[in-house]
């Protein structure tokens, strides 16, 4: 069911329940968002895509995460004011405190003009720039793999193979939560043959027309386990794959 809401000012409609950060952005508003990915549910963890929210019948402002927030009819939202600003401000300064270095934090530093750093920063983390937003462990488990768990609390909050193991033994190489990472910060090395990841070193599958690498060996027959298909029907690139349609419309024995 469609619903209408105010979006800065703009009527908008939407479907309900969809989230006010997917419906804000659809509507052209930029709103900071590190810790969301449409695929896995929210946790709200990285604080920055704060918004103002008023609801019908209501005469006071709140001012909440839009990630996980669900559209409803009337809403009347703001995504830029100088209440959000100093929030979002705040909340960029504890980030910066587990990543000073994390590129995507620093032009957001200077997007909301955070110039000073009021919390000593933690110099030990494991994993250099992340920000614990647990979107890794989150993809990983929405494709079933389960390879990677969020431990510890506070400081010593920890994402990586579960148990403190240093290789996540049910990992198959696939780089889902690379592509997820927020900040670029899972060390992930592929040479021509071989994928090294989360403590594990992976046989790289190669595309039978053109030698280009397509995944792991593991991940292509996990896909295939999955789908109940024989593991030969991953050995072509999506590449080599449209021109091989493309090739089979164009023949005229078709
Ligand atoms: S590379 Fe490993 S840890 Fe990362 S999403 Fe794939 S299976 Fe999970
Ligand atoms: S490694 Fe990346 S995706 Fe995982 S918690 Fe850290 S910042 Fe988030
Ligand atoms: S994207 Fe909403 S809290 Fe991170």
Not at 25 to 30: I, Q, S, T, V
Not at 69 to 87: C, D, E, F, Q
């Amino acid at each position: 069911m469609d619903v209408e809401l105010i979006i800065d000012d703009v009527p908008v409609t939407a479907a309900a329940g969809a989230s006010l950060l997917d419906v804000a952005r659809c509507a052209g508003r930029d709103v900071p968002a590190l810790c969301h990915h449409e695929a896995v549910p929210a946790i709200a963890s990285c604080r920055l895509c704060l918004i103002e929210v008023r609801r019908p019948g209501r005469d006071w402002v709140q001012l909440t995460t839009s990630c996980d927030y669900p559209v409803s009819a009337g809403l009347v939202v703001v995504t830029n004011s100088p209440r959000i600003r100093k929030h979002r401000g705040m909340n960029l300064e504890l980030l910066l405190r587990r990543a000073p270095d994390a590129p995507v934090l620093r032009q957001l530093a200077t997007q909301f003009g955070v110039t000073r750093a009021r919390f000593a920063p933690v110099t030990d983390a494991p994993l250099p720039d992340c920000i614990l937003c647990e979107l890794c462990v989150r993809v990983c488990c929405a494709l079933d793999y389960n390879a990677l768990a969020a431990t510890g609390r506070g400081h010593d909050k920890r994402v990586g193979p579960p148990f403190g193991r240093t290789a996540a033994k049910d990992c198959v190489g696939c780089g889902s939560c690379v592509e997820a990472c927020p900040t670029a910060c899972i060390p992930m090395a592929d040479t021509a043959t071989t994928r090294t990841i989360w403590g594990r070193t992976f046989e790289l599958l190669t595309c039978v027309r053109c030698g280009r690498p397509i995944t792991t060996k593991a991940h292509a027959a996990a896909m295939a386990a999955g789908a109940d298909l024989p593991v030969k029907s991953t050995d072509l690139c999506e590449v080599c794959k449209a021109r091989l349609t493309s090739e089979r419309l164009a023949s005229p024995r078709r």
